[in-house]
């Protein structure tokens, strides 16, 4: 069975077309400037194949027409048909408190993505067109399966989910913790359980998702029980250039001394700071490690910051679980960095987790603690297309 995989955002549509008789990746490709001028489609198949050209776009209706000339009948082409391909399995942002799981996408369902746009103006609406675009192209025979960043992190108690707000702000805006990153959360803690050769059941693991956006999750007994992410994507800790958590005094402090809208201080505080704010350099995490070597101090403090801040959520979520049976990194630092990881396992030998030196310099899922660490250490790149693809695979049979 085939499962045509989507992440679309307002410009932009990346996919996947998976075989799930064997979990193999047929072609992925990537859509670009989606309704403005210059639209494109750069489309790579397994075989080695490329189809890259400009076409216009003005909807994505017209980008999914491309992805489909793309995928049955161009030089890169991987099946004969778009019949061949049973179900389509969306990425969601924000599910909110509504969606505790995947499911299948109904009338009522897309009603519901496109009401939590409120919690994610720059994401749920452009789900919500990818998916009436993709019922234009395909008709509604071919099920479509929508799966949550945020339905992993549903099962945290109130205590964790809740902020310290007056209270009408939850019950009149529904103003809480969501979390993100759910579909990497809960694919690599499954892999560790499963590298572990232990019931996720039976198991606290921390798992380190490092990336542009970075997310923390403690998940004990498989159930997420805390994540650093909040209400949006902006909580945590820093990212390459999200702030994460900021005394909320120096947010109206700098909006009065600067005279600035609340979009101008989203603008500052999503896409002006965190490592690039810090470092001055880039928001890539090569670029400031390669600044921070030649010397440039602010450089050096940005990857400091954001070390200690991982290290002290590390910890944090020790605390709350009472104990750690493992830790995860992953995305393309927490995969590619290893003296991020070096660094950061520095400060968890309290806990009596040990790094191997040698074993963290090698590529890949890899476990990277010493065989005598109390705690596993890990590596697992993390696979968010084969997570949603396994979910819509299981709704549609
Ligand atoms: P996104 O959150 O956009 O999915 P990724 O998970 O791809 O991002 O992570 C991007 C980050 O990974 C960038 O900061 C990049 O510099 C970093 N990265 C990728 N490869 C390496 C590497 N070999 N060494 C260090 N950092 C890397």
Redesign the pocket.
């Known amino acids: 069975m085939k499962i045509f995989v989507v992440n679309a955002g307002s410009s932009s549509l990346k996919y996947q077309l998976i075989d799930m008789d064997n979990e193999q990746v047929l072609c992925k490709g990537l859509c670009e400037r989606i309704g403005v001028e210059g639209s494109c489609i750069s489309h790579k198949a397994d075989n080695g194949g490329v189809y890259e050209t400009e076409t216009p776009m003005p909807t994505h209706s017209e980008a999914f027409e491309a992805v489909v000339y793309a995928m049955t009948k161009s030089d890169a082409k991987v099946i004969d048909s778009f019949d061949e391909v049973s179900a389509i399995g969306h990425r969601i942002v924000q599910g909110g408190s509504i969606f505790k799981g995947s499911c299948i996408i109904t009338p009522e369902a897309l009603n519901d993505i496109d009401e939590l746009g409120a919690l994610a103006p720059l994401h749920n609406p452009a789900h919500v067109l990818a998916i009436k675009a993709c019922i234009k192209t395909f008709g509604t025979e071919k099920p479509q399966v929508a799966v949550f960043d945020t339905s992993f992190h549903q099962t945290m108690p109130a205590k964790a989910y809740m902020f310290p707000l007056p209270y009408k702000y939850y019950t009149d805006y529904k103003v809480r913790k969501y979390g993100a990153h759910g579909t990497s959360h809960n694919f690599v803690s499954n892999r560790c359980a499963e590298l572990m050769g232990k019931a996720r059941e039976d198991l606290k693991i921390i798992t380190c998702h490092l990336?542009?956006?970075c997310s923390i999750t403690a998940v004990d007994g498989g159930k997420c029980v805390d994540t650093s992410m909040g209400f949006t994507p902006l909580d945590g800790f820093m990212m390459?250039t999200r702030t994460g958590t900021l005394d909320p005094s120096a947010i109206t402090y700098i909006a009065e001394k600067e005279n600035l809208t609340p979009a101008q201080l989203n603008h500052i505080f999503n896409k002006e700071s965190g490592i690039l704010g810090v470092s001055g350099v880039s928001n890539?995490?090569?670029d400031v490690?390669a600044a921070a070597k030649e010397g440039n101090e602010r450089a050096a403090l940005a990857l400091q910051m954001q070390r200690y801040q991982i290290i002290k959520f590390i910890g944090s979520y020790v605390a709350a679980m009472n104990g750690v049976d493992a830790v995860v990194f992953t995305?393309?630092?927490g995969e590619?960095?290893a003296n991020l990881r070096k660094d950061v396992c520095a400060n968890l030998t309290y806990l009596g987790a040990f790094l191997d030196a040698e074993r963290n310099t090698q590529r890949g899922e890899v476990k990277i603690s010493t065989d005598d660490s109390r705690v596993a250490l890990y590596v697992i790149p993390t696979n968010e297309e084969l997570a949603i693809a396994r979910d819509t695979l299981a709704l549609v049979k």
């Open positions: 990336g542009n956006g390459g890539d995490n090569r490690v995305g393309g630092i590619n960095d």
